[in-house]
């Protein structure tokens, strides 16, 4: 029987830049610890796949941590009962081992290139990667603008938020969720990534992997502005001062605004249900809306300002997008020059004898037969 599966993103393309939650991906006291450098088109995200695939159809839990700016490519890898991670660790996200051979080591692919070849093309492998460095920079620069509207569109609904029946509302959720559950003599954890993402195919998210899997969902609507990422902080503070561990996840567009909030020991999950990452509603234990906490005649008076504010931001979004989709295609061409120059059967090999290492962390001694 195969093992669970979870898709998640450890980075995003948000309005401050690249932003990445790697730390999070696992923690640094974890069994082992695999960083894979080299090149483009050098093959680390099928060496991630192929083990993640072999090792999820032997029954073992896989999450899956996607690139953003190529969600069908593999950033990540972990396998949570063994507490084994596979991860890229070349630029955007730079991972380096901080315990080496304790618990991190280095997979260089760039052992399995010809050198010489890849030599051919260094002037038009550095011309590519200026330009992917300046498409990323002006997609960032559209995303940093459609924030500033955004900001705009939020502060007018802020200015009409009755934030004292937010917290009437935060105060009544908390005590449905933590019923019964005490004070914890230590401190929960929180471990934060993204579940959504800003790509080249658009906004995509995996959030059935969160509501689809848990006997309690609570769907918090409403406005921008109010309030709904206050009660999330609010249920995660109360979960840290109970000792209960959970799982934030941040809003693509702004990474530091929590979005959904796992609570697995009591299999419950807090989720804002609004464009673009709506959820089933029927399928909601509780739907919350703090667009009662508004003074609808205040908005009323600036409708058309936040309208054309909207209007305003999804261009803008639209733009980063097609912008974002221009780099990966820059970069999928500068694969092209490490592809015809990669051993990929001596990288074969290594796979299969990480996969061997893999196993018998977890007590086994044997690999399927390829």
């Known amino acids: 029987m195969n093992g669970k599966v979870r898709n998640l993103f450890p ?10 939650y790697y730390d999070n991906i696992i923690a640094p006291d974890a069994t082992r610890i695999f960083i894979i450098k080299g090149g483009p088109g050098v093959g680390k995200s099928f060496f991630m796949k192929e083990i993640a695939k072999d090792l999820n159809e032997q029954g073992f839990d896989v999450e899956l ?8 490519s593999l950033d990540g890898v972990v396998f949570p009962q063994i507490s084994v991670a596979i991860m890229d660790g070349t630029s955007p996200h730079v991972v380096d081992p901080r315990n080496p051979g304790a618990v991190d080591e280095i997979l260089h692919l760039g052992d399995y290139w010809d050198e010489q070849g890849i030599r051919r093309g260094k002037e038009e492998i550095l011309t590519l990667n200026r330009e992917v460095g300046r498409l990323f ?6 995303l940093k603008a459609a924030k500033i509207i955004h900001d705009d569109q939020e502060e007018i609904y802020t200015e009409s938020v009755d934030f004292g029946l937010v917290n009437e ?8 969720v933590f019923e019964g559950r005490p004070a914890g003599r230590s401190l929960g954890k929180i471990r934060r990534l993204f579940i959504s993402a800003i790509t080249p195919k658009g906004l995509l998210n995996y959030l059935p992997d969160l509501t689809d899997k848990v006997t309690t969902v609570y769907a918090i609507q409403g406005p921008p502005g109010t309030g709904k990422a206050t009660i999330l902080n609010k249920l995660a503070v109360a979960a840290q001062e109970r000792g209960i561990h959970c799982e934030a996840f941040y809003c ?20 804002t249900a609004v464009k673009p990452h709506r959820i089933d509603i029927t399928k909601a234990t509780s739907v919350i809306n703090t667009g009662k ?20 931001m999804e261009t803008l979004l639209e733009q980063a997008i097609k912008t974002i989709a221009q780099a990966k295609s820059v970069h999928d061409e500068i ?15 290594l796979r299969n004898r990480t996969m061997e290492r893999i196993l018998k962390y977890s007590g086994e001694t044997t690999i399927r037969a390829k």
């Not at 941590?65 to 069908?72: A, I, K, L, V």
């Not at 959904?260 to 020991?265: A, K, T």
């Not at 490490?338 to 990929?344: L, S």
């Open 11 to 20: 980075g995003g393309n948000t309005s401050l830049g690249f932003f990445s």
């Open 65 to 72: 941590h996607h690139c953003s700016s190529d969600p069908d």
């Open 137 to 142: 920079r002006r997609a960032y620069q559209y």
């Open 169 to 176: 509302i935060a105060a009544d959720l908390s005590a449905a």
């Open 252 to 271: 693509a567009f702004d990474p530091h605004k929590i979005e959904h909030l796992l609570i697995p020991d009591l299999d419950t999950v807090i989720t």
């Open 293 to 312: 906490c508004v003074d609808l005649v205040k908005t009323s008076s600036r409708s058309a300002v936040i309208e054309a504010d909207q209007r305003l």
């Open 335 to 349: 694969e092209t020059y490490y592809i015809p120059n990669m051993d990929f059967t001596a990288i074969d090999k």
